[in-house]
């Protein structure tokens, strides 16, 4: 069975290239883009504190939650379909959510554009190492796939300024649309409809139901009674069991019938799985740069909401260089592994240099610096882990593989991001009461933050060095594995 053609022409390779790119990065800039907006949001629709977190969390909730079904729906529907159904389904949520003048609207098309969003990014990654399978293209795909999946979320920040301040927070949904539309045109002309791998034995449906209900739990209870009851609550401790418990169910029902929606199979890889492993650490990590950087910039330094985004440019900036021009070339020279690590190191460094950050900080001396290192960091270490984590995909699998490490990041981020702002905001309300000054205990708290998210980042790297391999021995076990039957060769040998 010849790879599945979907893009025949080289130039037209490309040019399917950033229209998918396109379709991610307005799918990540939705995770970011309605922050800028929540106040805006709040007065004009009338939310109160605690309702007003569903705006976001009922996008997590539903995004999170069906990655991994996506993905494999896509292996065996068609990804070219399922990205297209995902755009449309996407592009209408966006023009409900623009519409909405109630707060049960506005929720209510926030959780179809999670769906939507799932549908659409889940399949991205698999796709693109199906359109490129000579290494050196491959590696350079990836690392413009990795730049927009990774700067999305700095990109959003800036966009949701603008949007917000120079027209109004509805237009942070309408402006979706036409992009949408046009991304769907596009990829109608550009992609071949690849037919997918079909259900063989039948649908799955017990391990669908098992794997979504454990995800969307778990989304749930670390967005809402993790962050506002503490991870010791009994409903935490509660519905957290419950979410294993589903997990445990789904892996014993992979393991026993005949045709497991997800196979276990992927999981036999050590570079599949410990980047899976290092992408959930490296993002949980991650997100305090991002979003509690966010609120040092605007609860200490005074910064607007434009000013924000124009703060983490220097981020993007950096990044979309060494992903774009460079990381094909490092990856190929050194190999995904070597290229890895020295980038997660400067992750590290960044954050614990924006631990240093004082109260009346400047951005050239305080600021700019953990940004740089930010930038060149994840422009080196994220291609190279994007890379790893599709390394022992087969054809079968790419949609699955692909779908397993957008759920990683969304998990981890969403994990690392209620952990890191829970244990921020504790030590700030101890320092509060302890008769410390605001802005210096909010500091302080952030702090704490980027230190705990640095060690994340380290402990990232100790499953690197100890669970990896070089790629020699990658491919040498590998190729030792027996293939299941009507299994396609590994997309890539890259990582």
């Known amino acids: 069975m010849s790879l599945p053609k979907l893009a025949r022409a080289p130039r037209n390779r490309w040019i399917a290239l950033y229209v998918l790119c396109t379709g991610m990065l307005m799918i990540v800039l939705d995770v970011t883009v309605v922050n800028v907006a929540l106040p805006t949001i709040q007065d004009d629709l009338g939310f109160s504190q605690a309702s007003l977190a569903w705006v976001v969390n009922a996008y997590l909730i539903s995004f999170g939650g069906l990655l991994l079904l996506a993905g494999r729906l896509g292996d065996i529907l068609g990804r070219t379909r399922m990205f297209l159904a995902g755009l449309a389904v996407f592009t209408v949520a966006s023009l409900l959510c623009g519409l909405a003048q109630s707060q049960e609207l506005l929720v209510g098309a926030r959780f179809l554009q999670g769906v939507g969003g799932a549908m659409t990014s889940a399949v991205i990654l698999g796709m693109i190492v199906t359109m490129f399978p000579e290494p050196r293209e491959q590696a350079k795909a990836i690392g413009v796939f990795a730049f927009v999946a990774s700067a999305g979320g700095s990109i959003g920040l800036l966009a949701g300024g603008v949007l917000t301040q120079s027209i109004n927070w509805h237009w942070i949904f309408f402006v979706n649309v036409p992009i949408a539309i046009a991304t769907a045109v596009l990829a ?13 034995g039948g649908a799955d449906v017990p391990g669908a139901v098992l794997i979504t209900s454990s995800l969307m739990l778990g989304v749930y209870t670390i967005v809402k009674p993790a962050a506002q009851l503490g991870w010791t609550s009994a409903q ?17 029902r992979e393991a026993r019938t005949g045709n497991p929606l997800v196979p276990l199979r992927i999981f036999r890889s050590r570079n599949v799985s410990g980047a899976n492993v290092i992408q959930a650490l490296s993002v949980a990590g991650m997100f305090g740069m991002f979003f509690l950087g966010s609120l040092y910039l605007q609860r200490v330094l005074g910064y607007s909401a434009l000013e924000i985004g124009l703060a983490f440019m220097p981020v993007t900036i950096v990044m979309g260089t060494l992903s774009v021009r460079y990381s094909e070339r490092l990856v190929m020279r050194f190999g995904a592994r070597r290229t890895l690590l020295p980038g997660m190191g400067l992750i590290a460094a960044g954050l614990l240099l924006f631990a240093l950050a004082p109260v009346d900080g400047s951005y050239v001396q305080d600021v700019l610096p953990p940004m740089l290192l930010f930038g060149f960091g994840a422009g080196l270490a994220f291609p190279a882990l994007m890379n790893l984590a599709m390394s ?23 994990l690392g991001l209620a952990v890191l702002a829970t244990l921020s905001a504790t030590r700030s309300e101890e320092l509060i009461d302890g008769g410390t000054a605001a802005a210096s205990a909010l500091t302080d708290g952030y702090h704490l933050a980027f230190v705990i998210g640095a060690g994340l980042v380290l402990a990232a ?10 790629e020699d021995h990658a491919e040498t076990e590998l190729a030792s594995e027996p293939e299941p039957a009507g299994a396609q060769p590994a997309l890539s040998e890259t990582g």
Request: hydrophobic content about 50%; overall charge negative.
């Open 392 to 414: 022992s995909a087969t054809q079968e699998d790419a949609g699955l593989a692909s779908g397993l490490v957008n759920t990683s990041a969304q998990v981890g981020g969403a």
């Open 188 to 200: 109608g002309r550009l992609l071949d409809r690849d037919k997918g791998i079909g259900f063989g």
């Open 236 to 252: 935490t401790l509660a519905l957290g069991a419950g979410s294993l418990a589903l997990l445990a169910a789904f892996v014993v």
């Open 461 to 470: 790297i100790l499953v690197a060095v100890t669970v990896l391999q070089p």
